[in-house]
């Protein structure tokens, strides 16, 4: 009799577990609990060479492989027009579950600005099983002197508003502060369906037009492409990567936090930036709790290949020195 109960009670757990494993697997909730493991419209949208150690595989486990070739097919290229160069994606979910798809439209080959270079975007409604017609977001691009490029965007949660930002004209390392990369900000209201005329942000941030004394005088800055973020206090923040002076050294590169506390329209520079002796690069931060505590993963610029992580404890303003972690 025991042995039936101690049977009956695994049997019941067993059933219950499968169908919870299920409901977390196939969540379709964005911003929810849940892993969808289906692969949809997605291919690589770069032959560039990989990092180094890397063999165009994923492995995940112990000994599992995954190799992308297998999946990201032509059949399901996300963008695609004639032989043009697609580069710098980016995905943003908003608050009715659409999802925004971002890349650069690079028409004289892959490489970066200055260069012919536009920035599209393209809708799904459905979790990214269907996706519309591509839309410009930027001004059309007619030479090498004109392009936009490496979107960074974030959803201001208060007013539902699409902020982009994109850079425009001079490349990185021959910007000047009298004639610098430009940064510019690109606002959706209708959740991309259009796109506000761009606003130029650089005399807010750096450049001889900067009312800031110290950062009127650096040469070069961007934003980092992909996602930026909104802390839970409404400040809006993106990851500048800077070049505060003429040396071209990668090691002389810092970052810096570019933010907005009225959604968008203002912009400010962070007084402080992780000590980084191995130089800063493109980097991405995350709110840690809602104490001002955010954390910064840079990107290295040469060996050892491995992530750096520096903290800042008011909201950005300023950062602990960027440490190696290791396993990352």
Not at 49 to 76: E, K, L
Not at 304 to 315: C, E, H, T
Request: some cysteine.
């Amino acid at each position: 009799m025991k042995s039936k109960k101690i049977s009956k009670l695994f049997y019941l757990s067993f059933i219950l577990i499968f169908w919870i494993l299920i409901f977390t697997l196939t969540c379709k909730n964005p911003s929810g609990p849940g892993i969808d493991f289906n692969l949809r419209n997605w291919y690589i949208m770069s032959g560039m060479a990989a990092g180094p150690g890397f063999t165009n595989n994923i492995t995940y486990g112990d000994s599992n492989i995954i190799s992308p070739s297998n999946y990201f097919a032509a059949s399901n290229q996300l963008f695609s027009n004639g032989t043009y160069n697609y580069r710098i994606p980016e995905l943003l979910a908003l608050p009715n579950g659409d999802l925004l798809a971002f890349a650069d439209r690079r028409y004289n080959g892959e490489g970066d600005l200055p260069n012919r270079i536009e920035v599209y975007v393209k809708k799904s409604t459905n979790n990214g099983t269907n996706w519309g017609a591509e839309k410009l977001v930027t001004p059309t691009s007619l030479s090498i002197s004109d392009g936009y490029g490496d979107t960074a965007a974030v959803l201001d949660r208060k007013t539902g508003n699409v902020i982009a930002v994109v850079a425009h004209g001079q490349g990185f390392f021959k910007s000047t502060s009298k004639d610098p990369i430009r940064i510019i900000t690109i606002r959706s209201r209708n959740n991309g369906e259009s796109w506000e005329a761009p606003i130029d942000i650089t005399s807010q941030i750096y450049g001889a037009g900067c009312g800031d004394l110290t950062r009127r005088n650096w040469q070069a800055a961007f934003v980092t492409s992909g996602n930026g973020l909104q802390l839970r206090n409404g400040r809006l923040c993106f990851v500048l990567v800077v070049r505060e002076t003429t040396q071209t050294a990668t090691k002389s590169i810092k970052n810096y936090l570019m933010y907005s506390d009225d959604g968008g329209h203002k912009w400010k520079v962070s007084r402080g930036s992780p000590k980084n002796d191995n130089g800063g690069n493109e980097a991405k931060v995350v709110e840690l709790n809602q104490d001002g505590h955010l954390l910064m993963n840079i990107r290295p610029n040469g060996a050892p290949w491995v992530r750096y992580l520096a903290r800042s404890y008011d909201y950005g303003e300023t950062w602990t020195e960027a440490k190696v972690q290791n396993d990352l």
